[in-house]
């Protein structure tokens, strides 16, 4: 029986056949499409757990239908799948809420372990809330959308709502780096020197337009990690 369906939306045929015979033999059922168009058409009839964008093609780029997308099913895991491996596209694509952003070529094995993770964080993911407010600003943990007291809105990414989630569920004191990568990464922190946690924390603050050199919704406790203030959550 198939783990879950996913869809791979890639023009290349040659690489969309070899991406499905990865995932097959990794167990999952496999939905194809070669243009953005036809793949949010896919993605919104529902019945896919997951999408493999690729960001050049026809009709539809990658990164429009992906906020396309964000805006039809907000909660739908994304991975990006992409020779363009820096600069502004890879930026913009985690900005509208891609889950991971995979650099082609990859391997077989690099593809399944980003699957597998992002999968197990999007069926993991403490939703006890629906929303919840920080200092003044409304998030909304289903749609993972930041509004503003000016009523403007953001998205963010899977990763960046259960930070913020796992933050605002601990207001009051501070969560080291490690525990954050233990308990949102799911990666074992021993050894490990990562910039993940920092970066995802500067784009959330970026989100909440937080001062970052004078944060007051997400502050930075000196040698113990980040926390928001319990009278700024509820």
């Known amino acids: 029986m198939a783990r879950a369906t996913i869809l791979i939306v890639e023009d290349d045929k040659a690489i969309r056949l070899g991406v499905r015979d990865v995932l097959q033999m990794g167990g999952y059922a496999v939905r194809e499409a070669g243009t953005g168009t036809s793949g949010l058409d896919i993605a919104c009839a529902g019945g896919i757990d997951l999408v493999l964008l690729d960001i050049l ?6 990164l429009e239908m992906l906020e396309a997308l964000r805006r039809a099913r907000p909660s739908l895991p994304v991975i990006i799948l992409s020779a363009l491996g820096e600069g502004p596209d890879r930026v913009r694509g985690l900005r509208l809420g891609a889950d991971d ?3 082609k070529p990859f391997g077989a094995d690099e593809l399944l372990a980003r699957v597998e993770a992002v999968l197990r964080r999007s069926a993991e993911r403490p939703v006890a809330r ?6 003044q600003r409304t998030i909304d943990l289903e749609r993972r959308q930041i509004t503003h007291a000016d009523g403007t809105r953001c998205m963010l990414s899977e990763r960046e709502a259960e930070v913020l989630h796992y933050l605002a569920s601990c207001a009051g004191r501070p969560v080291s780096r490690d525990e954050l990568l233990q ?3 799911g990666i074992d922190p021993r050894g490990v020197r990562s910039r993940t946690v920092d970066m995802t924390i500067a ?7 937080d001062d970052p050199n004078d944060p007051a919704v997400i502050r930075t406790i000196r040698g113990r990690g980040y926390m928001i203030d319990a009278e700024g959550e509820s």
């Open 57 to 62: 093609m026809p009709e539809m780029n990658g």
């Open 101 to 103: 952003y995979v650099v």
């Open 130 to 135: 629906s929303s919840l407010t920080i200092a």
């Open 183 to 185: 308990r949102i990464w």
């Open 203 to 209: 784009r959330l603050r970026e989100h909440l337009r």
